[in-house]
């Protein structure tokens, strides 16, 4: 192994490029502001996708040794350890974009009870961030990378004046916004970063509802083309690919001074100073490096002499529930795939005057999957077989409706990401344990999620595929991580301050959900975004002044 | 060799031929030839060609196979429920039996599917569903191509609000 040095000081050193790596990088060069990018993978090369390939096609093409690009980190090459029995499922993407190369792209405002509802209610800390800091930066954000949806303007869901043109619902869609307003639930229009009309040089989407595959003509937002692209433009910022960060490094000040980084396949070490730090890893890659990064200022990691880093780890709980609506049984077979997943949303649902409510915080609702899709998978739970079962999945073929419930995890000290003592990964760096588990508010809440999928699936008179009440994703299976280095006014129970800045090292900063004191029953991308750009404003004016 | 073994190769020399020929491809690969024949009716038990291509029609087996290369739980089940039916024997009833003999471990009698059951039913739902056979002849999918346009639902009856 050979350490490398680069003689060379970056005035700030950004570590990640997805949704905030990019965002960081994006705002700070166009500011003028020299930036040098740390990313663990390298550029998904559009070209490969295999956007347009049918299922019968990517056989065929398997079978010529042929392989679709490989955007998930696979847990053999980074295992994460958990307890017997609680299981983590982490997703993860190494490679410029992160996980914005194939996320779901639904793109929804935080409200403000989102920001301040721990206040109201006691658990954990309120985000230091109000509606009204954040809402010109949700305005920016939304007309930077186009994101598509209605004028809906819902006490649980802020409208925006800067959608595009929402795509038109599908049958199904349609008709169980129905059958919620018969059970008392409001249905809106979705909210994706697709761009449906041409926008800032992108798109627009042609409607082949292949997103999860990778956009071949970035039809919707990824941190790669619509941020690292336009800022490597500018001629400031340097990426350096497949560079794993493992430490960030401390002066004798106890500011950040640079990071140690492998080189991912040559496994070689390396060392670049700076003067500032960026972090934005995605939530547990970010704790974990900051868990590793023991300078001799810094015994308990990086800016965590209160302890705060690590805890807190908070997501959210889901399950499926799926059904056939009989207007549509036996029906003509459409072209079903539109903008792939719901054009609809179910802002978070509380029953009039909050009867029954017995949990904190809530739950919305995406519905991803409806008719006819590339596939017939519902089958499997049809009973028997022959030419019965194969009528009868014919039948409900473009009937399927799909409800996707996601409710907000409380923040738990005890959830936590920590180092392993003894297993390290292929470059000496510690792996991480992920303690995780759910409590009695996610499950009296789970309760409360099954009866609104009952109550709007029996308003559809839908015939509803077997479930079992109660059932929940694995944990992690959201992906929405956060918590675990949270923002707070108050030092001792955070670790940053309301722009994202360590307490205790001025010049490091950390821009992605980790610094998200609540989970929300929300995606959170969006509200990644601005936040990062929020942060890196300040950060930008705490550097002109002379003060980071 | 006995009658009944002979009786089945020939029935199997019958149904072998067609996944493969259609498949261009020579021999299974995680499968004996009569287990591969077994498969095959069985395949074609649970999504028979009707108005429509079967499962054998539409190359099934042969991605069954496929999937049991990639695994060795799913090939043991598989082989072991094969076996459990009898082998290649089964070949020789009648129609009538054979479906008997499937709705015994299928669940609709009551009892609950077996693990053979469910594993085959699931792996011939997939494979059936994500050929061009099935998803575009049998359900008439048509979508993952590009539009200019997504007209969505145009039923107004479907649109209402009450
Ligand atoms: C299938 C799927 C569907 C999703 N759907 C939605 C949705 O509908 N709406 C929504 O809001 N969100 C969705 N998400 C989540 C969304 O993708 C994330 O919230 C978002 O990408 C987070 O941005 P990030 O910058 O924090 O992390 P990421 O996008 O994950 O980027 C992390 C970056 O850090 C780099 N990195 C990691 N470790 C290191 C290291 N040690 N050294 C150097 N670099 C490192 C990676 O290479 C990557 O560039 C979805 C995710 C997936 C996978
Ligand atoms: S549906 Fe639109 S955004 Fe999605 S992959 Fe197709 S063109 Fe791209």
């Known amino acids: ?548 | 060799m006995s009658t009944t073994r002979r009786d089945a190769l020939k029935v199997l020399a019958a149904t072998t031929s067609l996944p493969f020929a259609a498949q261009g491809a020579t021999e299974p690969k995680n499968f004996t030839a009569e287990e591969f024949a077994v498969l095959s009716r069985l395949s074609d038990l649970i999504l028979p060609r009707t108005d429509t291509p079967g499962a054998v029609d539409a190359g099934v087996p042969a991605i069954l196979d496929d999937a049991a290369g990639r695994s060795p739980a799913l090939r043991n089940t598989l082989r072991e429920g094969i076996a459990s039916l009898g082998g290649a024997k089964f070949l020789t009833e009648s129609e009538a039996s054979q479906n008997q003999a499937l709705r015994r471990i299928s669940g609709l009698d009551g009892a609950a599917p077996t693990p053979f059951f469910t594993a085959l039913k699931n792996e011939v739902i997939d494979a059936y569903y994500s050929t061009r056979e099935g998803l575009v002849a049998e359900l008439g999918y048509h979508g993952n191509v590009p539009l200019a346009e997504f007209p969505g639902c145009t039923h107004p009856e479907h649109q209402r609000l009450d």
């Open chain 1, 1 to 548: 192994m050979q350490i490398r040095s680069s003689p060379e000081i970056a005035d700030v050193l950004i570590v990640g490029s997805g949704a905030a790596g990019g965002m960081a990088a994006w705002n700070l060069t166009r500011q003028g502001v020299n930036v040098t990018l740390l990313d663990a993978g390298e550029r998904f090369n559009r070209a490969r996708f295999w956007t347009h390939v049918r299922p019968w096609e990517r056989r065929a093409r398997e079978a010529r040794g042929l392989h679709p690009p490989e955007f998930y980190l696979q847990a053999s090459e980074q295992p994460v350890l958990t307890p017997p029995g609680r299981p983590f499922d982490l997703t993860r993407v190494w490679g410029r974009g992160g996980k914005t190369n194939v996320w779901g792209r639904v793109a929804l405002r935080y409200s403000d009870l989102n920001f301040h509802e721990p206040a109201l209610d006691g658990w954990e800390i309120p985000w230091p961030v109000t509606y009204a800091e954040m809402a010109p930066y949700y305005d920016r954000v939304e007309q930077l990378i186009g994101v598509c949806g209605g004028d809906d303007d819902e006490p649980f869901l802020p409208g925006s004046r800067y959608h595009l043109p929402p795509p038109n619902p599908r049958c199904g869609e349609y008709l169980i916004r129905r059958a919620a307003h018969h059970a008392g639930v409001k249905i809106v229009a979705g909210r994706r970063a697709v761009v449906t009309r041409e926008h800032n040089g992108h798109g627009p989407c042609h409607y082949c509802g292949a997103c999860g595959r990778g956009c071949d003509i970035a039809a919707f937002f990824n941190s790669s083309d619509y941020l690292l692209e336009p800022a490597l433009a500018t001629g400031r910022l340097t990426i350096v690919d497949n560079a794993v960060a493992a430490e960030i490094l401390t002066g004798d000040d106890g500011l950040a001074s640079g990071v140690r980084y492998f080189g991912r396949h040559s496994r070689d070490e390396h060392t670049l100073r700076a003067r500032r730090v960026v972090v934005a890893a995605s939530c547990v890659d970010s704790t974990r490096l900051l868990l590793n990064s023991r300078g001799a200022r810094h015994p308990n990691g990086i800016a965590n002499s209160n302890d705060v880093i690590g805890r807190y780890l908070c997501e959210q709980i889901r399950f499926h529930m799926y059904g056939f609506v009989p207007e549509l049984m036996g029906g003509p077979v459409h072209n079903d795939d539109g903008i792939s997943g719901a054009h609809i949303y179910m802002p978070r649902f509380v029953p009039p005057g909050g009867k029954g409510r017995d949990y904190l915080r809530g739950y919305g609702m995406q519905f991803w999957g409806f008719g006819a899709g590339a596939g017939a998978s519902f089958g499997k739970q049809l009973p028997g077989f022959g030419a019965g079962l194969k009528r009868g999945i014919k039948q409900r073929y473009p009937a399927l409706v799909a409800l996707h419930p996601y409710g907000e995890v409380l923040p738990r000290a005890d959830n936590r990401i920590t180092l392993d003592p003894v297993r390290k990964d292929a470059y000496g760096i510690p792996l991480m344990r992920i303690d995780y588990s759910i409590g009695e508010n996610e499950r009296r809440m789970a309760e409360a999620m099954y009866t609104t999928c009952e109550e709007i699936l029996h308003a559809a008179k839908a015939e509803v595929l077997p479930y079992q009440r109660g059932w929940l994703d694995v944990n992690g299976a959201a992906i929405h991580e956060h918590g675990t280095c949270r923002m707070g006014s108050d030092p001792k129970r955070s670790a940053l301050n309301k722009y994202c800045q360590a307490h205790e090292v001025k010049n490091l900063f950390v821009v992605d959900g980790a610094s998200f004191p609540t989970s929300t029953e929300k995606n959170p991308t969006l509200t990644i975004l601005a936040n990062a750009w929020r942060a890196t404003d300040y950060m930008a004016a705490e550097m002109a002044a002379g003060r980071v």
